[in-house]
Structures are given as C-alpha cells and as structure tokens.
C-alpha cells in the first residue's frame, strides 16, 4: 500500500485487519465482532490528546461517512479503529496486538462502542502489566498458542463491559 508520508489518515486495513481477524478466531468473547465492518485507520498527525496517551480509538461510523463510503463501492463500514502514529510507532508486533484486542473488546454484543473505562484500563494492566506498551517493555503475543486473556488474568479476568 502507497502511504503518503504528509497525509493525516491513512487506512492501514492490511496490516490490523489480519491481526483483527486472528484475534476474533481465538478468544470467544470477541466471536460477534465483525471485522470486515472495521475501517482501520492509522492518524499520522493528532496525539489523539494533550493531557493522557492515546494509543487508539474506537468509534462507530457516522451515517453519513457510512453511507458515503459505501456509494463509493466500500464496505459498509460500522466502525473506525483509529491507531495515533505518534505513539504507536514504537509498539513491537505483540503490543500491537495486545492493543487490537483492547480495542476489540471494545465492541459489545448489541453494536455500541463501549467509552474508554478505568476499570477495563486496570484489568489491561493487570494482565499485561503496567509497563505493557512502553518502548522497552516486552508483551506476550496474544496470537500464541501457549498464551490465552483468561490464564493471563487470572482471578482478575472478566468479560469486556457492555457499552453504557
């Protein structure tokens, strides 16, 4: 895929999307998740926020983008996963999957976009630790064989929460 180095969004479906799609075959509670309704989405330009580090960003498509999108011959997408460049660009491959599935989980059951929740961060944190997408820091692959949410959570695994 040709990236233009100065444009804001780029779509960076061919590199999360078969991430995306292992993840959902692998953990069960990601099963009603469909990927091919995620338009994925790399921002070369925003931080995403001045006050906290944002990594990513889950939204459903406006209808009108939906729809437009979709005259133009896409997918019709219900989702954007919004990745920040600025402070992606130093995840490893296995933090980088570790943050799609925190996104992925995201997505309940009935459509809606769960809001970025404290309680849900913590449990990230206790599974991954707290360091987990620190430049320096190592992170399990969730893909492996050998590694699943719930083993790696321990008494502290619960299901992602249901949007508000």
């Not at 990601?30 to 006050?51: M, P, Q, T, Y």
């Not at 889950?58 to 011959?73: C, D, F, N, S, V």
């Not at 990745?83 to 943050?99: C, G, H, R, Y």
């Not at 360091?131 to 719930?150: E, G, H, I, M, Q």
Request: aromatic share 10%.
């Amino acid at each position: 895929m040709d990236m233009d180095k100065d444009a804001g969004h780029v779509i960076c479906s061919d590199r999360i999307r078969p991430i995306a799609e292992a993840l959902v075959r692998k953990y069960p509670e990601l099963g009603h998740v469909e990927v091919d309704k995620i338009l994925f989405v790399l921002n070369r330009k925003s931080r995403g926020s001045k006050k906290r580090v944002v990594l990513a960003r889950t939204t459903r498509m406006p209808a009108k983008w939906r729809e437009i999108l979709y005259q133009l011959g896409a997918v019709e997408y219900q989702y954007v996963m919004e990745f920040f460049e600025k402070t992606t660009s130093v995840l490893d491959e296995n933090q980088m999957i570790a943050l799609v599935y925190r996104e992925l989980r995201r997505i309940g059951k009935n459509g809606d976009v769960a809001p970025p929740d404290v309680h849900e961060w913590y449990n990230v944190l206790m599974g991954l630790g707290r360091r987990w997408f620190y430049p320096d820091a190592t992170c399990p692959n969730l893909l492996s064989d050998d590694v699943d949410w719930k083993k790696l959570m321990g008494s502290a695994y619960e299901p992602p929460l249901p949007p508000e």
